[in-house]
């Protein structure tokens, strides 16, 4: 997080302060938006290995497939009872 804060810093407020438009809240929104749109979908991490944000996101979230081990020992789903079931 602290580090977030000093990019902020050194990034995007000083491009406030020196376009002159952190006076204006309808301008300082707007830049703001733009900027944390740019920090988490653009701008490369070094902390992620060059990736940003969502990619990052992406990569941790999406589904990893099953090892062969498990795909070649299960055997489908089998009726208990009568009724069927997938364990």
Do not use: M
């Amino acid at each position: 997080v602290e580090r977030s804060h000093r990019v902020d810093n050194e990034e995007f407020y000083r491009l406030l302060d020196k376009d002159g438009v952190s006076d204006d809240i309808h301008v300082f929104n707007k830049k703001l938006r733009e900027w944390e749109n740019y920090y988490n979908h653009h701008r490369p991490h070094g902390g992620l290995g060059g990736q940003t944000p969502f990619e990052r996101l992406l990569e941790r979230t999406r589904p990893k497939p099953l090892p062969k081990s498990l795909l070649t020992t299960w055997a489908g789903p089998r009726r208990i009872g009568g009724a069927r079931c997938a364990a």
